[in-house]
């Protein structure tokens, strides 16, 4: 017997709470297949299994926090305990025909439909000779059944109606039915981007027309889970704690745009990912913080924290709720780096797949509100941080510029909002007002030719 211990998950993560056994007591597991989901107050993760063998006993029942180093389970040798009855039901000929029937199709076939003994003699002579019929059978009986037994536990967790509310209602407003698809997930869970892999043709013709259908939740009373409960928590706290505000500015990245467009080929090749906006708006509001220290100050008691790096946390939305990986040093990054390092983190995120103390130590926010449609929002700054900026969406429309005679002129333009919520204890709007326009004109000249690092 070997006993299942929760491990240590981060430098700052003391407990966790059992949300899912991932096995049942009986199945057999593999060294490193995920055995059972844990929460903590910073991630969700999947604790694998650092034995092979049969789970014997769970000591941690689902919605149990225990402390790190605390038992989960318990796993003995692989020994099929449970086949072992079988044989032993082999002197009355006629209750021994079912086991060759689960073992053996070949051999128990003919004995099925054929109970009474006299005629089960029959069909079984022409398949197997008498004697290999009559004795061997039922020795060699644990052997194909031995190897039969570990496949259920892999198709098990392959539930195509396991799918969370927000998979569920994506799948709604694509007109996607979800037995259609083949989950990516661990068990065959179906993910949000097995759904948007989906061609766009074949979306974007049932997604148009179909109805909107009302959400498998409406009426229903489900708990919240422990990083909804933690998330809860906090932004009360911090809307409780600290006076905030916030304030907004247009800005002008056209630039960017074309820059994206001339070199996204080229940049997708070397650098291996996407060039979106993000890495400009992480870089932008990076540098800016370094002019601008209270912006990237903390509150404790009655003094002020000046940090002396530049860690900028970004809102990554999952199944589970809003999480925030953090970028170390982000002002002294390439663009190329930057989106290296924003692709793999949101991925790892929405996996299951980051370590808690990269969820840590976060000095500002950077969230991404534009990447759902909406032109700004007002986003809540966590406590201890005490400045988050919130991007909308990058549209084009028509704004005034200069012209050539430097004349106002009308002009399409890629436009975007930035709003910084602050803490106003330590952040005047003077303050957050200077910040914002550095970031503008750093945006708006977009001279990153030097940044992008490829």
Not at 35 to 53: H, N, Q, R, W, Y
Not at 97 to 126: I, K, M, S
Not at 172 to 187: C, P
Not at 221 to 245: C, F, I, N, Y
């Amino acid at each position: 017997m070997s006993e299942v211990t929760l491990p240590a998950l981060g430098e700052s993560v003391t407990e966790g709470t059992v949300t899912r056994w991932l096995k049942n007591v009986g199945d057999t597991v593999a060294i490193d297949e995920p055995l059972v989901e844990v929460s903590t107050d910073k991630v969700d993760t999947e604790i694998p299994s650092p034995f092979a063998g049969t789970l014997q006993q769970i000591m941690a029942q689902e919605d149990e926090t225990i402390a790190v180093g605390a038992v989960l389970g318990i796993i003995g040798e692989a020994a099929a305990t449970s086949e072992t009855p079988a044989p032993v039901t082999a002197p009355d000929a006629t209750e021994a025909a079912p086991a060759p029937v689960a073992a053996n199709p070949v051999v128990a076939a003919p004995v099925v439909p054929e109970t009474p003994a006299p005629v089960a003699a029959a069909p079984v002579v022409p398949e197997t000779p008498a004697p290999v019929a009559a004795a061997p059978v039922v020795p060699e009986t644990p052997a194909p059944v031995a190897a039969v037994v570990p496949q259920p536990p892999v198709e098990q967790g392959t539930d195509p109606n396991y799918v969370t509310p927000i998979v569920r209602k994506l799948a709604t407003e694509l007109g996607i039915d979800l037995s259609t698809i083949r989950g990516s997930g661990v068990g065959g869970r179906i993910r949000k981007e097995d759904l948007t892999a989906q061609p766009v043709s074949a979306v974007s013709s049932t997604a148009t027309h179909s109805p909107i259908e009302p959400s498998p939740l409406r009426g229903t009373t489900v708990p919240m889970s422990r990083l909804r409960k933690v998330l809860s928590e906090r932004a009360v706290a911090s809307m409780q704690q600290s006076a905030q505000l916030t304030s907004v500015v247009e800005v002008d990245v056209t630039k960017i745009a074309d820059m994206r467009q001339r070199i996204q080929a080229e940049f997708k090749q070397k650098a291996g990912t996407k060039l979106s906006f993000m890495p400009f708006f992480t870089l932008a509001a990076a540098e800016a913080l370094a002019a601008n220290p209270v912006i990237n100050a903390t509150v404790e008691d009655t003094n002020i924290v000046y940090h002396g790096s530049d860690n900028i946390s970004f809102a990554v939305d999952t199944e589970r709720g809003l999480l925030t990986p953090v970028i170390k040093d982000a002002a002294h990054m390439s663009i190329a780096n930057m989106a290296q390092v924003i692709a793999d983190m949101a991925e790892r995120t929405r996996t299951n797949k980051l370590t808690p103390d990269e969820l840590s130590g976060g000095t500002f926010t950077l969230t991404n509100t534009g990447s759902r449609g909406a032109l700004f929002d007002t986003p809540v700054v966590f406590l201890p941080q005490s400045a988050i900026l919130g991007t909308g969406v990058v549209t084009k429309r028509a704004a005034v510029v200069k012209d050539a005679d430097g004349q106002d002129a009308i002009a399409i333009r890629s436009m975007v909002y930035l709003a910084l919520s602050y803490d106003h204890r330590i952040i005047d709007g003077a303050d957050a007002s200077r910040y914002l326009m550095q970031v503008k004109t750093r945006l708006e000249a977009g001279q990153f030719e030097a940044n992008l690092g490829i």
